[in-house]
């Protein structure tokens, strides 16, 4: 599979290419800082893995950035099947109540950032025959809660096009997965206290490659999220304004 990665200099996303290197995929690697994507590129040559055809600057806070990095990549790569998007941001909601700056740059990478990248890459993937566009949103989308009430706003409007993607052109041939991780032990998360049921990059990854080879349109990761967000879901708005989850 000839694959576009964005963010996977750290985190879940690197955990992704890794695994995705050690099968045999072919990555093209896009990032906002050129130094991490060249120490990336050089982890995954140095566990062995030969099909890398580059990298290129792409910050999801810069929309010109975007064209000439998908096509360095389309170019690279001859033809595209798999568009993967693990880059994004989180700052605790105290810390965005407090600097409005801030909360725009949130907006900017996770929303409005997110959203253009994929309008960009999708042509690409649409001409090669549809493939699979795989996005990571956050379960923080699946119900207004006030811990996260700026962050998983980000995340539900990214969560509503990715679902309304796979509605469009599911039929033409590209499969949308929308990437819902819960608590997962990362760079982002570092410092706060884990949840139960919290995870790690490794496993998580595992779960979403199976997903993308599926095709399957939603995946919560790790997999237990899914009930937790069933129950919350469900919760009456009075019970929602009482607790602090
Ligand atoms: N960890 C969790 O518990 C959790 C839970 C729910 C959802 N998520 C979502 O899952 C995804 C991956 O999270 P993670 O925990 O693996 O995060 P992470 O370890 O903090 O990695 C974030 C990645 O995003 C990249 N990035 C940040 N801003 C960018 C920008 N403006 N342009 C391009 N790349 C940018 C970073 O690149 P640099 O190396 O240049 O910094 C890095 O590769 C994110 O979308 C996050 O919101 C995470």
């Not at 991490?36 to 929309?63: F, I, K, M, N």
């Not at 570092?190 to 939603?218: E, M, N, Y």
């Amino acid at each position: 599979m000839n694959t576009i990665i964005l963010g996977a200099t750290r985190g879940m996303g690197r955990a992704l290419a890794r695994q995705m290197a050690a099968r045999g995929d072919t990555l093209f690697l896009l990032g906002r800082d050129e130094d991490q994507l060249a120490h990336s590129a050089a982890d995954l040559q140095a566990r062995g893995h030969e099909g890398l055809p580059g990298t290129c600057v792409c910050d999801l806070a810069d929309a010109t950035t975007f064209a000439p990095a998908l096509s360095a990549a389309n170019a690279a790569l001859g033809t595209v099947d798999c568009v993967v998007v693990t880059a994004g941001l989180f700052a605790p909601q105290d810390q965005l109540v407090a600097d409005l700056a801030l909360t725009w740059r949130l907006f900017d990478v996770n929303l409005t950032g997110t959203i253009v990248f994929c309008e960009a890459a999708r042509p690409l993937l649409l001409a090669d025959g549809g493939g699979t566009l795989c996005v990571f949103s956050s379960v923080a989308g699946d119900r207004g809660r006030k811990p996260v009430a700026l962050y998983g706003a980000s995340k539900a409007g990214l969560s509503y096009y990715l679902e309304a993607m796979d509605h469009t052109y599911r039929g033409a041939g590209m499969r949308t997965v929308c990437v819902k991780p819960g608590f997962v032990r990362t760079g982002m998360t570092a410092g706060l206290k884990p949840p139960p049921f919290a995870g790690d990059p490794d496993p998580v990854a595992r779960r979403v490659l199976s997903a993308i080879d599926r095709g399957t349109p939603i995946v919560y990761a790790p997999a237990m999220w899914r009930w937790v967000m069933l129950v919350i879901r469900g919760l009456p708005r009075f019970v929602m304004r009482r607790i602090g989850f």
